[in-house]
């Protein structure tokens, strides 16, 4: 069966550094154009200062010490719409918005494990999903140690929020928070192989299977371009 244009067009806009509330706001934008019409699935890709993330079913339990606390060794706490728990970004981390339109949020997420098993694969991890074991095992996991997030949000059918994993990150501030829930070790591509890994090559290639993955090719879109196509704001993109 012939796949239709709008599933061809898979942009993929690659923003570096930027802040976790900036990029909060933006994906809001592009989430208002995708469901206009304006623009196509469109993967964003970044990275994050220092910060813990709660999500709708995070607990208190999770983040054990005061914000003070937290605060003091250079990380904020947000709250955010997505679904899961809490979960920590960072340098060396590799996150992704994948701004898409779909009927199933659910199938949404199995795709990206699909996306980030693949890629990991091409570095030399092998890793696993763990589906049967319930929503707190969602994700990516080498063994028993969890190497990549997952936490989504779907209104009107286009979905925010997305992936984040871990490349080549200081791994201390995870044991600082009790992660998605579970008291799981965190581990990364480097801590796995011994070897920092090329985050631009790795970000490519997470590309690469993303558009794959939706029957398309990554269309690079610069931050100058997709900011043309949706509604202006003085929200910095690189």
């Known amino acids: 069966m012939a796949m239709s244009d709008e599933a ?28 206009a019409g304006e623009i196509g699935d469109t993967l964003l890709l970044l990275e994050h200062d220092p910060v813990y993330t709660r999500g709708r079913r995070s607990s208190p339990q999770e983040l054990p ?59 030399g991890v092998e890793s696993r999903a763990r589906v049967d074991e319930g929503a707190d095992f969602t994700g990516v996991w080498v063994e028993e140690r969890k190497i990549a997030s997952i936490g989504v949000h779907m209104r009107r059918s286009i979905t925010t929020h997305g992936f984040a994993i871990n490349l080549n ?9 009790v992660p998605c829930g579970l008291q799981a070790p965190i581990t990364s591509v480097a801590a796995e192989t011994g070897t920092e890994v090329d985050a631009d090559a790795f970000a490519a290639e997470v590309s690469r299977v993303w558009a794959a993955e939706r029957g398309g090719s990554a269309a690079e879109l610069s931050g100058e371009r997709l900011a043309a196509l949706i509604a202006p704001t003085d929200t910095p993109l690189a």
């Open 8 to 35: 061809r067009e898979c942009s993929v806009v690659e923003l570096g550094r930027l802040d976790y509330r900036e990029a909060n706001q933006l994906q809001e934008r592009v989430r208002d154009a995708r469901e």
């Open 65 to 123: 010490q005061e914000a003070a606390w937290y605060a003091d060794r250079g990380i904020e706490i947000v709250d955010v719409d997505r679904g899961g728990r809490v979960t920590y970004h960072a340098p060396g981390q590799l996150v992704g918005y994948p701004i898409v339109k779909t009927a199933d949020v659910v199938a949404h997420v199995r795709s990206l494990e699909l996306v980030i098993i693949a890629a990991l694969a091409s570095v």
């Open 169 to 177: 990150m200081d791994l201390e501030p995870w044991q600082w928070i």
